[in-house]
């Protein structure tokens, strides 16, 4: 059993910064967290950014040059730098791992944007 747990949101003013990480807890191994999500009220969730092999990064356009993510492989903990913040960074954000064809998905920590 996997479970992955966010942490690191919370309310903050337009051009403020946060710092999410997602951390797993019970059997790790093969696991990988990847990506990042969020979903606003009355939207879909969309994604926001991906660690790919080799630590290349990959972001939505909405957050590109604004956000950073990282992976800490001894700890199998995922990072979100979140930089600029805007009022339209409001949303749920979720973290995402696999192993093998298996996804597990986060809580998802609340991140509230003020203008």
């Known amino acids: 059993q996997v479970q992955l747990v966010e942490s690191g949101g919370g309310l903050v003013q337009a051009g403020g910064s946060l710092r999410l990480s997602c951390a797993a807890s019970g059997t790790r191994s093969g696991l990988v967290i990847t990506d990042w999500y969020r979903q606003a009220p009355g939207n879909q969730r969309e994604w926001v950014a991906a660690?790919?092999?080799?630590?290349?990064?990959n972001y939505a356009d909405s957050v590109k040059g604004r956000f950073t993510i990282s992976r800490d492989y001894a700890e199998r903990t995922l990072h979100l730098q979140m930089n600029s913040l805007k009022p339209e960074d409001t949303a749920v954000y979720y973290c995402?791992?696999?192993?093998?064809?298996?996804?597990?998905w986060g809580q998802g920590t609340q991140v509230t944007v003020s203008s």
């Open positions: 660690i790919l092999p080799g630590s290349r990064t």
């Open positions: 995402k791992g696999r192993r093998g064809e298996f996804e597990f």
